[in-house]
């Protein structure tokens, strides 16, 4: 299952559904009141208390963990959740610590267990930026001119002065793009490099023409 | 000048060494006025020397002057090094700067051709970078060998007012396809901590062996609540997928995570003593070495495990000081919410604990190195495993340089200001990665040697042992010497000959490293190290399977070096052969390692653990080295076709002297003062290749050519003084380029080039010798060292025209007036042929030119093909 995102959807059908949820979830009536968690949920499914609700209510393991791995999605700060689905899994290992990656999500892994039951595990950690990162099309040509240009500065400059222009001209044109703030300080650095290892390759390209 | 003043900072670099070898390690003391005498000494003392043999004294006060400068900004920004330290840096950049304007003016203005020229410059930028690294290196010894205060240096937290402070910890052990007698070794040793709070989670990484993962799993059971263990199956991302499940399955009140790796014995006194450390906020991770005190004088063991011991006596303890500590290898505690808030471990990248810790101190976290073993690696792998090993921790590198290049440029806070990275820590990292290219530059440097020998062997030609074959290869050999035999010495408390074991050891593993680099390079995700598979009972067949390149590297070396030698014995030849038997001792290593290595394969890792990537073979990956290698080839023979210049241009006036020859050097031979300056003695203009001399000596036959092309095409031959000193005749014409030519003089360098045989020149029997010459007429080949008189008319150069076609009597031009004691170039008396009483007669005027050495056709490729490497050392 994928991660809710948005915000929740909170309706007084769905605080009905989950008020009445939990009178019959009080009054024993565990049946009753997991259908009505359901349907809170299926009316809401960012809300956070139908989730704690169904992971107390839930006939399974694999579904406790489920939800509990749901409301640690939507709710990061909530220390309860995660205690108590780490607590949750550790009591599903210990007696079969076996565990097969099945896929996985930025916020979750998806795994099986041997019986084949599918669980979701919590991250609980950042998200990170993935490499290489995804750039903007021209910066990353200028980029790689760049970096030709700087191979290329090796031989007599020559490199750098069919290189540099060119990630210069790049740079420019992705300037001219939308860019978010790093983006656009990094083609200013390319624009700005390039231009001087430009100037620093035309003395060797001035070298290599004298000795022709 | 730039001569002079190279050499000069050579004198005071090697009076700094010289101090630091005797006394560096010794003085844990300092004082700024220490310092600043101990630098007025070195400089005086070099000043005197050079005062007494080639200095000049203007020049010399230039240059002190300049080099008081460094070496007071070097005792004022290194301040907690002692006085030899900080004047053995100042004079190694000093030496550096003055080589780099040296070579580069050799380079850029020597006659050369087009193709040869960007070859040129190519090896210039290598050789530059090489000496770059070779600093990197010097810096780091000196930083931890000649320190006095310590900011950083923790050896313990045991004592700490903190060490009360016992949050919960998470141990994580990966386990693979270790033994199962060291894997239980390390889960035993980590029951054993004294420590109230801790969790080990044994994760079974893809254990094929169902048996083997049982009884991990019910020995887990017996040690207790503690202990958790859990198998992943068909997990993605080497290791660090497993490390981020793990982290994900830490308990939630754990506040720090080890790492530790099936086969370390682990002391129970780690987490105690360790532990109080995060008791600051601020610090992320821990870092500690492997205990090696095990494997003394065990033939295999001792020098892999001393080999890696570099990195944790020298690299870290110098990056420790920085806050720049790499995370890496050893035993390791990480603050969890720091891991958690970088977003774990990088799943792309092989050496995934670096490339965390640099993510951890990017975001303004600590990093602590305490240099205190708190385990013992129960499990050294044989060579196949530590050439993986090596193979993952460069090619990892390389993945950490290219993520993470950006972020560790000067601009990078201006970029990203979440990158709080020091200019400091930025430096450390970007090095510590470069270093990796030192293995690719051994490779080279034994390339160049290789090719010299060979070249050597068709002709007797030593011109290729100029450039950087012979600046790189001694700076490396001293170097690596230096690395291991001072500098971990000075820490690690070996033996000289443990060093050196571990210099063999490390440096036999150089292609593996070279190899990986390249990958490294242009690998889009990690791959690995696939080993040539041998049969289980062949040991010595295995040993030698495993180490085969290295095995072919060295005996070629070996082979090439010595015959070399054989075939042109001499000073050149034997330096190369010596370069080169080193070279190949080194790589020879690797199979003798091998060996050592075969009896522990049943008991030890013949495989990497964690290693279920994409695999390349070691043949496979080296085909770019080759590739290189031929391309380099090619290139070189590709200079043979191309016409050289025609004539001596006028950019080449700009190269710089030659230097003051060895017997000037140690006073041997004394030129007074006033003299020391004269241009004179400059080598002139000249061609630096063998192929030259027949196009330097080509105007000689054209006399009739006139104007400035011709002049500056026209060569004189140097005259051999008693003391050894080659003296430029004037010229016999007027030259109106700043400096007169010479044909057979080299262009400089600190070794003397290549020298073909001169033109011999032919004596009739009936031409007695010089017996009375006139005494107003000193004899050519005895003149006064820096100011030759001019030759006598009845001995003209072999430039001269044939004395049997005289050219008409022409007057030169006013503007090419030559100085009243040079004869006219085209006077008659000067093309007069000499008088049979008179000084030895001149080669036979109409002689075609000089002939080339031995092997003439061999000898020009020969020398074409070095030709881009020959410029960088004159």
């Known amino acids: ?212 | 000048m730039i001569t002079r003043a190279l050499f000069l900072s050579v004198g005071w670099l090697a009076i700094s060494l010289l101090g630091l070898f005797l006394l560096g390690k010794r003085i844990k003391w300092g004082h700024p006025f220490i310092s600043v005498s101990w630098l007025v000494t070195v400089i005086l003392i070099g000043d005197a020397w050079a005062l007494l043999t080639f200095g000049v004294i203007g020049e010399l006060i230039l240059v002190s002057v300049l080099a008081l400068l460094a070496g007071l900004f070097v005792v004022l920004w290194r301040n907690s090094w002692n006085a030899l330290g900080q004047t053995a840096w100042a004079m190694s950049i000093l030496t550096l700067f003055f080589f780099i304007i040296y070579s580069f003016t050799v380079t850029a203005f020597t006659p050369l051709n087009p193709l040869a020229f960007v070859l040129a410059l190519l090896f210039f930028f290598l050789e530059v970078a090489g000496l770059l690294l070779v600093m990197t290196y010097l810096y780091q010894g000196l930083d931890v060998a000649t320190r006095i205060h310590w900011q950083r240096r923790i050896h313990s937290f045991a004592s700490d007012p903190n060490a009360k402070f016992t949050p919960a910890v998470a141990l994580h052990v990966l386990i693979d396809e270790q033994p199962f007698e060291s894997a239980a070794a390390t889960l035993r040793s980590l029951a054993r901590l004294d420590y109230p709070n801790y969790q080990v989670l044994v994760i079974d990484a893809n254990i094929a062996n169902e048996e083997q993962r049982r009884k991990i799993e019910l020995l887990c059971w017996e040690l207790g609540q503690n202990f958790r263990f859990l198998h992943l199956e068909k997990w993605p991302g080497f290791w660090s997928g497993e490390l981020n499940f793990a982290l994900a399955q830490t308990e939630p009140k754990a506040a720090i995570i080890a790492v530790v790796n099936a086969g370390d014995e682990v002391y129970p006194a780690y987490l105690k003593d360790l532990v109080p450390a995060f008791y600051n906020p601020q610090v992320a991770f821990v870092q500690t070495p492997l205990d090696n005190r095990e494997w003394q004088d065990h033939p295999y063991l001792e020098p892999a495990s001393n080999g890696r011991q570099y990195f944790y006596q020298v690299s870290l303890p110098s990056r420790n000081e920085h806050n720049a500590v790499a995370l890496a290898g050893g035993l390791k505690l990480i603050r969890k919410s720091a891991l958690q808030e970088i977003g774990g471990w990088d799943e792309w990248c092989l050496t995934e604990q670096s490339e965390a810790g640099l993510r951890m101190l990017m975001r303004g976290y600590e990093g602590l190195f305490v240099n205190q073993p708190y385990a013992r690696n129960r499990v050294l792998p044989d060579i196949a495993g530590l050439k993986k090993q090596i193979f993952r921790s460069a090619f990892g590198g390389m993945q950490i340089l290219r993520k993470h290049w950006e972020a560790l440029m000067p601009w990078a806070g201006w970029v990203d200001p979440e990158n709080k990275l020091t200019n400091t820590q930025r430096l450390a990292f970007l090095t510590g990665g470069l270093q990796w290219f030192t293995d690719i530059f051994n490779l080279l440097v034994i390339f160049f040697l290789l090719l010299g020998a060979i070249l050597s062997l068709f002709a007797p030609l030593l011109r290729p042992l100029a450039g950087p074959l012979l600046v790189l290869p001694i700076v490396y050999v001293c170097l690596h010497l230096w690395r291991y035999l001072w500098a971990l010495r000075s820490q690690g408390r070996i033996s000289l000959l443990m060093a050196l074991r571990a210099l063999y050891s490390r440096m036999s593993m150089s292609w593996t490293a070279a190899l990986a680099c390249l990958q490294g390079l242009i690998q889009p995700i990690g791959v690995f190290l696939q080993m040539p598979k041998a049969k289980p009972g062949a040991r010595v067949l295995r040993a030698f399977r495993y180490a085969r390149p290295e095995l072919i590297i060295g005996l070629a070396a070996l082979v090439a070096g010595i015959l070399a030698f054989i075939v042109n014995p001499g000073f050149g030849t034997g330096v190369l052969a010596a370069l080169l038997v080193w070279q190949a001792s080194l790589f020879l290593y690797a199979p003798l390692f091998s060996l050592r290595g075969a009896p522990a394969i049943s008991n030890t890792l013949s495989g990497a653990a964690g290693e279920r990537g994409r695999s390349i073979r070691e043949g496979r990956s080296a085909r770019w080295i080759f590739g290189l290698g031929v391309l380099a080839l090619l290139v070189g023979a590709g200079i043979h076709f191309l016409p050289p210049p025609q004539a001596t241009p006028s950019y080449a006036s700009f190269q710089p002297p030659t230097p003051p020859p060895p017997q000037q050097l140690v006073g041997m031979q004394q030129v007074p003062l006033d003299q020391r300056a004269n241009p004179s003695t400059d080598p002139g203009l000249t061609l630096p290749y063998a192929g030259a001399q027949q196009l330097n000596s080509a105007p000689t036959t054209a006399p009739t050519v006139v104007g400035t092309e011709a002049v500056n095409a026209a060569v004189t031959e140097p005259v051999a003084t008693p003391a050894g000193v080659a003296v430029t005749p004037a010229p016999t014409v007027a030259v109106p380029t700043p400096r007169p030519p010479a044909a057979t003089e080299p262009t400089g360098g600190l070794l003397p080039p290549y020298i073909p045989p001169p033109p011999k020149a032919t004596r009739p029997p009936t031409q007695p010798p010089p017996t009375n010459p006139p005494p107003t007429d000193p004899p050519p080949t005895n003149p006064p060292p820096t100011n030759p008189p001019p030759p006598p008319p009845t001995d003209p150069p072999p430039t001269n025209p044939p004395p049997s076609e005289p050219p008409p009597p022409t007057d030169p031009p006013p503007g090419t007036q030559p100085p009243p004691t040079d004869p006219p170039p085209t006077q008659p008396p000067a093309t007069k042929p000499p008088k049979p009483t008179k000084t030895p007669k001149p080669p036979k005027p109409t002689q075609p030119p000089p002939p080339p050495p031995a092997g003439a056709d061999t000898l020009n490729l020969s020398a074409l093909l070095w030709l881009p490497y020959t410029p960088i050392w004159y």
């Open chain 1, 1 to 212: 299952m994928n991660p809710p995102s948005g915000n929740s959807n909170h309706t007084p059908h769905t605080g009905y559904l989950l008020d009445e949820a939990n009178r019959r979830y009080a009054a024993g009536e565990d049946q009753e009141a997991y259908q009505l968690c359901l349907e809170a949920i299926l009316a809401d499914p960012l809300n956070v208390q139908a989730w704690r609700l169904r992971a107390e209510l839930a006939p399974s393991a694999e579904e406790r963990l489920m939800s509990l791995t749901q409301v640690q999605t939507l709710d990061k700060k909530d220390p309860t959740a995660e205690l108590e689905s780490y607590q949750l899994l550790r009591d599903l290992l210990a007696q079969d610590p076996y565990l097969e990656y099945v896929g996985e999500t930025d916020q979750q892994y998806r795994v099986r267990d041997r019986s084949g039951e599918m669980l979701l595990v919590p991250k609980n950690r950042r998200i990170t930026e993935t490499f290489p990162a995804d750039r903007p099309l021209a910066l990353r040509r200028a980029n790689r001119f760049f970096r030709w240009a700087i191979l290329g500065s090796l031989f007599a400059g020559l490199g750098a002065v069919v290189f540099a222009p060119l990630a210069a001209i790049m740079a420019y044109t992705a300037l001219r793009t939308p860019l978010n703030v790093k983006d656009h300080k990094r083609a200013l650095i390319i624009m700005s490099l390039s231009t001087g290892l430009l100037m620093l390759a035309l003395p060797f390209v001035f070298l290599l023409f004298i000795h022709i």
